[in-house]
């Protein structure tokens, strides 16, 4: 507890230079969107619009790329046991999600997510068997993203480095956080990599990664955070993220912090 308190302070006082107080209001991103509100489902339309609609920062999603090259929204790399990655998108164009909405490509979810330009469009670009896939998919992605004209409301996210580094090098500028917990702040500033997204037990086990990040220039996001204790925990610690099951409950809790902090 000492040690946590120790780092604590130190992101305090790297957070305001000046010693004076820290005004910092950690932000909710919704993982794979506010699925678990009426109407909605994991990776959905729906579970978009719900994550605007209650004033998330960000909503997460995940993509895939087929063997034909569509990027399509879905957290697992099967559906109905064939490999998205193997098969063509017309395998999976029909499925529906538990909501009923059929299975959105990264095109319409953009073009839906267009409609919400204070909400951030976290993709998680979704590691593949091998780095050639990997970097067709980085292609993909980016290609609509810059066709659709939503560079600067998405940012990206991956456990993959080599995806982490394919985006940097095609968009220096893009926002990237890696998700895999095995590069310190400093590497992946040396990188151009501008934020780690880390688990909750990683985080809770390396309690200087947070003054770390800090004094490296970095972002912290810490997943998947959805337990009040949890939330309340990383909050006081500054973190500048935390990705939840429970956005509501999350924007809560931080926008009470916040309010104490001023």
């Not at 996210?157 to 990237?176: G, L, M, Q, T």
């Not at 939840?244 to 999350?250: G, H, W």
Request: charged residues 25%; negative net charge.
């Amino acid at each position: 507890m000492k040690r946590l308190i120790t780092v604590v302070a130190a992101v305090a006082l790297a957070a305001c230079g000046s010693g004076a107080p820290a005004v910092h209001e950690t932000k909710v991103i919704a993982h794979r969107g506010y699925w678990k509100a009426d109407g909605s489902a994991q990776n959905s339309l729906a579970s978009l619009r719900k994550a605007a609609e209650i004033g998330c920062y960000g909503t997460e999603f995940d993509v895939h790329l087929t063997a034909d090259g569509v990027a399509i929204v879905n957290h697992d790399d099967r559906i109905g046991g064939a490999a998205i990655w193997e098969d063509v998108y017309d395998t999976f164009s029909g499925h529906l999600l538990s909501n009923g909405e059929v299975i959105p490509t990264l095109r319409s979810y953009l073009e839906e997510g267009a409609k919400y330009p204070e909400l951030k469009l976290i993709i998680e670009i979704k590691s593949a068997p091998d780095q050639g896939h990997e970097s067709r998919s980085v292609t993909a992605v980016m290609d609509i993203v810059e066709e659709l004209g939503v560079s600067e409301q998405v940012e990206y996210i991956a456990f993959s480095y080599h995806i982490c580094r394919e985006i940097v090098a095609r968009d220096p500028a893009a926002k990237v956080a890696y998700l895999n917990g095995d590069k310190t702040p400093d590497e992946l500033k040396a990188d151009g990599i501008a934020g780690l997204d880390y688990n909750v037990e990683l985080a809770r086990n390396n309690p200087a990664l947070f003054a770390d990040a800090r004094s490296a220039g970095i972002s912290t996001n810490i997943w998947t955070v959805n337990e009040e204790a949890d939330m309340r925990e990383f909050i006081s610690y500054g973190v500048d993220f935390i990705t939840t099951d429970q956005p509501e409950l999350a924007l809560e809790l931080a926008k009470a912090a916040g309010g104490e902090k001023r």
